[in-house]
């Protein structure tokens, strides 16, 4: 595991193009950090991101390809959300952990706490690490946002993201607001604005978000300022200035 990552960061200290590995056969990690976070790869040019799963429709299975209810939330793991979207590795380097794997409604006071906790140890404290991404069911997603918007202690970005389409779905939305929220989370134009929720290309603070709807995708919404920007074929635009 080390070997592979002592080979990539050499590759990159000597000057080479930046190599972009896609380990996808046999062996999922190829860097182990000092706080035991798995990289999916080490580009010594890209940020780093932690994905903290929690489950949720994201995470969502159907053996109907055309079932947007009645599927089972949680259903599939952190590894197989980021092998949907090998664009993420163009992006950042991404560590995934598997706080939980259930639908929202299950989110515990202290499923809560412990994800305050693994951010600011894990991402706050690390200074390795360029942001965080929650993946979260969308019921209660609002509230988790707010709450993690309140207790995580620092500037880097907190992008909790979600899903209205299962996995299973044609069409399924979670593979691209995953790459979004990896994208909010990796860019520097994203700290210091709070906790904020990335779904159907809206970047929205977490103090103002709303769900407005149960089943749409355009259902994340917020009243005044609260709509921070938008993402443009996956380049993030603010509308103001971190205040
Ligand atoms: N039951 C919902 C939840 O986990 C499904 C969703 O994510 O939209 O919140």
Same mark, same amino acid.
Request: hydrophobic share 45%; proline share 5%.
């Given at each position: 595991?080390?070997?592979?990552?002592?080979?990539?960061?050499?590759?990159?200290?000597?000057?080479?193009?930046?190599?972009?590995?896609?380990?996808?056969?046999?062996?999922?990690?190829?860097?182990?950090? +000092?706080?035991?976070?798995?990289?999916?790869?080490?580009?010594?040019?890209?940020?780093?991101?932690?994905?903290?799963?929690?489950?949720?429709?994201?995470?969502?299975?159907?053996?109907?390809?055309?079932?947007?209810?009645?599927?089972?939330?949680?259903?599939?793991?952190?590894?197989?959300?980021? @092998?949907?979207?090998?664009?993420?590795?163009?992006?950042?380097?991404?560590?995934?952990?598997?706080?939980?794997?259930?639908?929202?409604?299950?989110?515990?006071?202290?499923?809560?706490?412990?994800?305050?906790?693994?951010?600011?140890?894990?991402?706050?404290?690390?200074?390795?690490? *360029?942001?965080?991404? &929650?993946?979260?069911?969308?019921? &209660?997603?609002?509230?988790?946002?707010?709450?993690?918007?309140?207790?995580?202690?620092?500037?880097?970005?907190?992008?909790?993201?979600? *899903?209205?389409?299962? +996995?299973? *779905?044609?069409?399924? @939305?979670?593979?691209?607001?995953?790459?979004?929220?990896?994208?909010?989370?990796?860019?520097?134009?994203?700290?210091?604005?709070?906790?904020? &929720?990335?779904?159907?290309?809206?970047?929205?603070?977490?103090?103002?978000?709303?769900?407005?709807?149960?089943?749409?995708?355009?259902?994340?919404? *917020?009243?005044?300022?609260?709509?921070?920007?938008?993402?443009?074929?996956?380049?993030?635009?603010?509308?103001?200035?971190?205040?």
């Amino acid at each position: 595991m080390f070997s592979k990552a002592s080979f990539l960061c050499a590759f990159a200290a000597v000057g080479y193009a930046s190599p972009i590995v896609y380990p996808r056969a046999d062996d999922p990690f190829v860097f182990t950090n +000092s706080n035991g976070l798995n990289f999916t790869q080490m580009n010594a040019s890209l940020p780093n991101v932690t994905i903290f799963a929690t489950g949720g429709t994201i995470a969502g299975s159907s053996s109907s390809s055309t079932a947007t209810t009645g599927y089972t939330a949680g259903a599939v793991g952190i590894l197989t959300l980021i @092998d949907a979207v090998p664009e993420i590795l163009n992006i950042s380097n991404v560590a995934g952990i598997q706080i939980s794997n259930v639908g929202s409604e299950d989110v515990t006071s202290a499923l809560l706490l412990k994800m305050a906790k693994q951010i600011n140890e894990y991402v706050c404290n690390d200074p390795t690490m *360029a942001g965080a991404v &929650v993946t979260h069911g969308t019921d &209660v997603l609002e509230e988790t946002a707010f709450f993690l918007d309140a207790t995580v202690n620092c500037g880097k970005p907190v992008i909790i993201v979600g *899903a209205m389409r299962p +996995s299973t *779905a044609i069409s399924a @939305d979670g593979p691209f607001n995953l790459l979004e929220a990896v994208t909010v989370a990796a860019s520097p134009s994203a700290r210091d604005r709070g906790a904020m &929720v990335v779904m159907n290309d809206r970047i929205v603070s977490a103090y103002y978000v709303t769900k407005t709807n149960a089943n749409t995708m355009d259902t994340f919404k *917020a009243v005044e300022m609260g709509n921070l920007g938008e993402l443009i074929s996956n380049t993030p635009y603010f509308f103001y200035p971190p205040i």
